[in-house]
């Protein structure tokens, strides 16, 4: 049974349409659910009107009546044209970043007209900043502003999320520890992405009492709720790893995504446990070859982030190698993306299951617009099957497993593994 929430003029308004990601997220729903539909209503925005409507117009091969969908002018500093947006719909799907940059002031409109908010955001400390300023008002307010409801964090948190809730139904109990493994991944880097890495580097700069965001492992948790012991340290080099018996090395995303499933479990009163560990690596097969893709990674992951430091060098980087803030993969490139990725639990350091996560598109793009879409959709469409819980969530906090069901319908699968390896 589908159950909507209390009507607006728009059930749903797209913010950031005219930017990379907003336009898949535009070219989605228009594919699967059409301008108009029985389930819901959405608009899209934009600051642009300009390039609002020579969007629209875009899309004509598509669906003829494109034109014809409502759009709204809002620009992330002033108030009064948030308010306007926010105040008309049920939930916002926001693609503008970087979000530390922009982000605070639609989460505040959409907190003060009740209005619910998820976005794709990987940025620590304004999600840290989000959760300070409007948590307490969004409960009041009875609304759920759900951030990383793209690639980082939907596989991680739904993942571990299937996981607990498999063994503690098989077994009576939750896995004290989680390791997250990337075992195949191709994709593009986005503009967006380099310029939310860059954005949250000067944020730091700027605001150097709040380093110790980015430094700790619960940063995302409630004050109150903080652990009382030590994390294992995050994954730094290379390393052989006897569960899977492979190479592995960080993972780019892992300093955002270990910290969303953190605050999943304390927000449910620690359900996952009081001593729960969960790290998130890359995996490489054993052997010679293994290892020095396994180097590869780690020295190309340390460039990146000596780059992002240096302003020259970013520079130089940013007019010979990255796309501009805006731009994206082709089509082609896109369709060719895919990624692989296995979550294992152990309980009393015995592996017991695994999940395995399968998608068939570029991660960072067009499946992370499936995911953010669908994530404000279950929200719109299923209350019912969605957790009781209002203020700064997460996804599996805020959403749940019904979103699960939801992606498997649309190519991206979560599947759990009677045979651990």
């Known amino acids: 049974m589908l159950v909507k929430l209390k009507k607006k003029k728009y059930d749903l308004i797209v913010f950031g349409v005219t930017g990379f990601t907003g336009r898949l997220v535009f070219e989605y729903l228009i594919t699967h659910y059409g301008l108009y539909n029985s389930k819901f209503t959405w608009a899209i925005a934009g600051r642009n009107k300009k390039k609002l409507e020579e969007l629209k117009k875009s899309f004509i091969h598509i669906n003829p009546k494109s034109e014809k969908i409502d759009t709204f002018v809002a620009d992330s500093f002033d108030s009064k044209s948030l308010d306007t947006m926010t105040s008309s719909c049920g939930i916002i799907i926001s693609t503008v970043g970087p979000y530390i940059k922009y982000g605070l002031p639609l989460v505040e409109s959409c907190v003060k007209n009740s209005t619910n908010y998820c976005d794709l955001t990987g940025e620590v400390p304004f999600i840290r900043e989000s959760i300070d300023l409007f948590h307490e008002k969004a409960i009041k307010n009875k609304c759920r502003i759900i951030h990383s409801c793209g690639f ?42 380099i310029a939310s890495m860059i954005n949250v580097m000067k944020y730091v700069d700027l605001h150097p009492e709040k380093k110790n965001i980015l430094n700790s492992s619960f940063s995302l948790n409630p004050m109150k709720k903080m652990y009382k012991y030590e994390q294992e340290p995050t994954l730094r080099s290379i390393r052989w790893d006897n569960t899977i018996k492979k190479w592995i090395c960080p993972f780019l995303m892992s300093g955002i995504n270990t910290r969303i499933v953190r605050r999943t479990n304390a927000i449910a009163e ?23 893709r396994a180097f590869i990674m780690l020295i190309t992951l340390g460039i990146l982030q000596f780059t992002i430091k ?33 979550i294992i639990g152990k309980i009393d350091r015995v592996a017991k299951n695994s999940v ?30 969605i957790p009781k819980a209002y203020g700064v969530l997460t996804p599996a906090s805020g959403i749940g497993l019904i979103l699960i069901d939801r992606l498997q319908d649309r190519g991206i699968s979560f599947t759990i593994d009677e045979e651990m390896i």
Do not use: H
């Not at 498999?166 to 075992?183: F, G």
């Not at 996560?357 to 099957?385: F, R, V």
């Open 270 to 292: 620690f359900s996952y446990g009081d001593r729960f560990e969960y790290n998130e690596m890359s995996s490489f097969k054993n052997g010679l070859n293994g290892f020095l």
């Open 356 to 385: 395995t996560i399968i998608g068939k598109t570029d991660p960072g793009y067009s499946a992370t617009a499936k995911m953010l879409t669908e994530s404000a959709i279950s929200i719109l469409l299923n209350e019912d099957k």
């Open 310 to 342: 240096s302003n020259f060098l970013l520079w130089i980087l940013r007019k010979m190698v990255l796309p501009k803030q805006g731009e994206g993969p082709s089509d082609r490139k896109m369709k060719d993306g895919f990624f692989k990725m296995k």
């Open 152 to 193: 980082d964090s939907i596989p991680s948190d739904l993942g571990v999320l299937l996981l607990q809730r498999y063994c503690q139904k098989k077994y009576n109990k939750v896995c004290n520890e989680v390791n997250l493994y990337v075992e195949a991944l191709k994709g593009g880097l986005s503009g967006g992405t």
